[in-house]
């Protein structure tokens, strides 16, 4: 079951002081977003970004009535680019794990979610995971939270091969080159299981030991300036609807409570 965690802004204890008037003396935040993974975030054919990650940084910038830019940073030069200070947040929603925390600064978490392989439909699926014990299993490149929990599925020996993106990966799949696709259940639900060619070998694991405290956004370490308000405003976000009309478009569902 899809979980969103439905902070308040009184249990946040931060209220809203980026008021409108205000808004237009501020520098506007730098938010970067990977935009190759549909339906979270992709480029339209006329250029424009697109997908729920791109409505809801929108919406949480024009609750916070602050100036935005949204652009496209490529995963694997997602963190550098913050380092830099390039961007003041990453807006793809990252695995909150524990690694991520100790480095940087998170939002609130925005929602919950599990980990699974997927496989063609005709796959036999008879011997569960340990089918694709000693296969080359495909998933993100560089995602450190997809990549222990394929080891700690299928053994640390596992043998994973990198994609800068699902679609990459999936052409493999369908070509046999791999025997498997590991993501998030809503990512691969909503893009790849739900048309019927692709099934789960098991039903996605939501196990935090995996998945970390959910997804949020990031930002630089030291950033309380930056997370407040957003906190507060996903927090009013939560509160009224809005986070749960933006999901239905792309994962046919609204998010749950936890």
């Known amino acids: 079951m899809f979980r969103l965690i439905r902070d308040t802004a009184a249990a946040l204890g931060v209220s809203f002081v980026l008021l409108a008037g205000t808004a237009t003396a501020q520098e506007p935040l730098k938010v970067g977003i990977d935009a190759a993974y549909r339906p979270f975030a992709y480029v339209e054919p006329n250029g424009e970004l697109a997908g729920f990650e791109v409505d809801l940084v929108k919406a949480v910038c024009e609750k916070m009535q602050r100036k935005c830019e949204i652009s496209n940073v490529p995963w694997e030069g997602i963190f550098a680019a913050l ?54 299993v495909g998933t993100i490149t560089g995602t ?52 019927g060619k692709y099934k789960w070998v098991v039903e996605p694991n939501f196990d935090s030991k995996w998945t970390g405290d959910g997804r949020g956004f990031i930002f630089r370490k030291g ?27 792309y994962f046919g569902t609204a998010f749950k409570a936890k």
């Open 83 to 136: 380092e830099s200070g390039n961007i003041d947040m990453i807006g793809t929603t990252v695995t909150k794990s524990p690694a991520r925390l100790e480095k940087y600064d998170a939002s609130a978490t925005i929602y919950g979610l599990g980990f699974g392989f997927i496989v063609p439909a005709d796959a036999d699926i008879s011997k569960g995971l340990d089918g694709l014990k000693g296969k080359p």
């Open 144 to 195: 450190e939270a997809f990549y222990a929990f394929i080891k700690g599925m299928l053994g640390d020996d596992a043998d994973i091969r990198g994609y800068q993106n699902p679609d990459a990966g999936i052409l493999d799949l369908d070509s046999g080159r791999i025997a498997a696709f590991a993501g998030d259940n809503l990512q691969l639900g909503a893009q790849f299981v739900k048309d």
């Open 223 to 249: 950033s309380a300036d930056l997370t407040q308000p957003v906190d507060a405003a996903l927090a009013a976000l939560a509160a009224d609807g809005t986070i749960d009309r933006l999901a239905m478009p």
